[in-house]
């Protein structure tokens, strides 16, 4: 029933044009497992020459990878699906062992959630097509979508391998060329993606550097033969690289965290079924990935009728989440990603017993015993209190909820939307107007509703306010990676007749 | 009697002189959002675009310490100590190359420090 940590080269390499090769100054960096804080491997720690290689060879490719046909890129698509797919286990546990996350995540959401989105993508580009009007009797106006180039783009941790294949499938199946800098916390699944794929795909067309965001981040994008940037992160790099991109007038992509709330109406409770129990499961989803995900639903807004007789269900189901070695399939909570993000949740818990929130549940550090003792183990944490408090304005990441009760649909949706971010939230109803109402007032991208956390290709993922822009995990995606060549046609035998 | 927004721990300051040496002028940017956000980002002065919008919430050992407004409305009846953690934050931060990172340790304003801070 049980993995254990997976055996690692001492040393791994940036993959540029093709090849592994070594950063040009020969420095590297020590990555660590938050299971139990011991050595995986070093990784690259690059600089701009490297950035500038990659970026280099990424253009050298474009015109080529640019003009192949749809077929023959769809293919190579489901080629690396097919790849990852016949090495889901290694993939799965090298994913635990960098990140933390419980072996159970990794073998059924993650892995195979990337798998699909890689397929998704090679779908989309044999089905959709350009367009084409006839403005009148002799003109034509037709739509040819092109390529935008070369395409940096710029992955969090939390979901390593997802979030790169969130990210490099429409991309690459736009025509683009791509450098992808994966987070230096967790660089593994990205190397071990480039070892199983290294002939898949044309030399340059696919990159990856490793590396600090000061000294590799920043240069690749704020690279000027770099025709666009991606982007999934916190606010104030964002804006960075807003910034670097209007040096260049370059687009961007953006996709920068929230507050989700996931909000409770007293008819979940009118009866005591299989929908009751799935909403309990649905409120208890914030210490899913111990609460590293972006749309962490990490506020919880519960109608004052059924406050007390749902909370109750609530926190008996978070104590009976297992949190133990994330390599056990058993464990539903592993570890925080690093010890700062520790480190960071325990300060927010500290800050929110200041400032007068409940502790209905957790609280405190997770200490687990042997090997693990050096690891990063957070208790999913329930604070009760109410929206103005820091709790439930900032982005915690961590396994900590927030809970307050509102009266009735005008409140729940006030302090829904009391808010900088608007990127997910959930809405829980039997009642048939609330299912779509609710969902309609909320200014959010995502909302779910009598569910929560699902996130299938095909189906648009973006936020609105400081959440972001773009809408990722859909054909949507493929225009933010392309440039619309407009042709305009006339037929007219005639002159215009003004010279 | 003078009251401040922040302050800073002696560990933090030994980083951030270290890093004043390597890169001269520099300014912290209050983080929000996904990942490594809700954390203080350090940067060189004429990197980030500031205006109006971002709150000089006071100085560090010479470094000014901005938040942007709207987060600003939410925070601030908090007193923030910058304090530094081993760890591996991602982000365009200086400090991060060293293996160490920028976090923030919160408390409430007393009764006094309310009164003079947020009339």
Known sequence: MGYSK?????????????????PVDGEYFDNNSPIDNTFIAKYPRSKKEDVNNAVEAANVAKDAWGNTSATERAAMLNKVADLIEANLEE????????????????LNADIPLAIDHWRYFA?????????ATELDANTLSMNIKEPLGVVAQIIPWNFPLLMLSWKLPPALAAGNCVILKPAEQTPSTATLLMEKIADVFPPGVVNIIHGFGPEAGKPLASHSKVDKVAFTGETTTGQLIMQYASKNLNPVTMELGGKSPNIFFNSVMDADDEFLDKAVEGAVLFAFNQGEVCTCPSRL??????????????IARTKAAI??????????VGAQASNDQYEKILSYIKIGKEEGAKVLTGGEACKLD????????????????HNKMRVFQEEIFGPVLAVTKFKDEAEALEIA????????????????????????AIKAGRVWVNCYHAYPAHAPFGGYKKSGFGRETHLMMMNHYRQTKNMLISYDKNKLGFF | MKYERIAITPKAIEVLNQLKEKHGELIFHQSGGCCDGSAPMIFEKEDMYLDDSDILLGQLEG????????????????HLTIDITEGRGSSFSLEIPLGVRFIIHSRLFTEEESKALNP
């Open chain 1, 417 to 440: 939307n009391d808010t900088l971010y608007g990127l997910g939230a959930g809405v829980w109803t039997r009642d048939a107007h609330q299912l779509y109402q609710i969902p309609r």
């Open chain 1, 370 to 385: 042997g090997d693990l003792a050096n690891g990063f183990y957070i208790q999913p944490t329930i604070l009760e209190g």
């Open chain 2, 63 to 78: 470094v000014n310490y901005y938040m942007n407004q709207d987060q600003y409305e939410y925070w601030k009846h908090t």
């Open chain 1, 123 to 131: 779908a989309v580009i044999r089905a959709e097509e350009g367009s």
């Open chain 1, 323 to 332: 949190q133990a070695n994330p390599y056990d399939v058993n464990t539903m």
């Open chain 1, 91 to 106: 993939f799965a546990l090298v994913e635990t062992c960098d990140n933390g996350k419980p072996i159970r995540e990794t």
């Open chain 1, 301 to 314: 807004l519960v109608q004052e009728d059924i406050y007390d007789a749902f909370m109750e269900k609530v």
């Open chain 1, 6 to 22: 997976p055996k690692f080269k001492d040393k791994y390499e940036n993959f540029i044009n093709g090849k592994f090769v070594a």
